[in-house]
T-cell receptor, first 113, second 112 residues
């Protein structure tokens, strides 16, 4: 098992720019979720993908969008970056079936200046 | 709105004692409740999952209880060790399985 891999590990962007974060899910996992975690807070649910379709979304504006590819890897895109978007972005995957917990990556630390 | 509450203050205990962490929730009917451990700068690590129709689950030194009437879960670590020091997160998954929300976590410090 290779686990969940996220890239890049760190990123600095300017307000108003766009960013794409990438996630390679664990082998055999077809469900991917993305979370935003501010310092000292719990992960906030952004959205979930199952078999290339978004099937769940949290309270994030449309400028947060995503994709899941046939190999179940995933991208998180954020347009028109704001200073408050600075956070740790976590990708998590799990196999089909709800008796499983999520396997998380180590995250991408995004800083918006 | 849906809310998950965990002890906001850090929990300090002596090595060998049992640590008990609390997770309370409102305006939610989870089908599953999960506990994760998170170390600084790392992603959460899955520990245990308990279904809504289960009262208790155990795994090695870990025990989770789930009371859907009280809307509360308790997470116990017995014979705690300094290596257990971390932040512990409670997470609830909805009935449809398309949304899992997390609490803010409780920081646990185990002193030798």
């Amino acid at each position: 098992e290779t686990g969940v891999t996220q890239s890049p590990t760190h990123l600095i962007k300017t307000r108003g720019q766009q960013v794409t974060l990438r996630c390679s899910s664990q082998s055999g996992h077809n469900t991917v979720s993305w979370y935003q975690q501010a310092l000292g807070q719990g992960p906030q649910f952004i959205f979930q993908y199952y078999r290339e379709e978004e099937n769940g979304r949290g309270n994030f504006p449309p400028r947060f969008s995503g994709l899941q590819f046939p190999n179940y890897s995933s991208e998180l895109n954020v347009n028109a970056l704001e200073l408050d978007d600075s956070a740790l972005y976590l990708c998590a995957s799990r196999p089909q079936g709800r008796e499983h917990g999520y396997t998380f990556g180590s995250g991408t630390r995004l800083t918006v200046v | 709105s849906q809310k998950i509450e965990q002890n906001s203050e850090a929990l300090n205990i002596q090595e060998g004692k049992t640590a008990t962490l609390t997770c309370n929730y409102t305006n939610y009917s989870p089908a599953y409740l999960q506990w994760y451990r998170q170390d600084p700068g790392r992603g959460p690590v899955f520990l245990l999952l308990i279904r809504e129709n289960e009262k208790e689950k155990r795994k090695e030194r870990l025990k989770v209880t789930f009371d859907t009437t009280l809307k509360q879960s308790l997470f116990h670590i017995t014979a705690s060790q300094p290596a257990d020091s971390a932040t512990y997160l409670c997470a609830l998954e909805n009935t449809g399985g398309f949304k899992t929300i997390f609490g803010a976590g409780t920081r646990l410090f185990v002193k030798a």
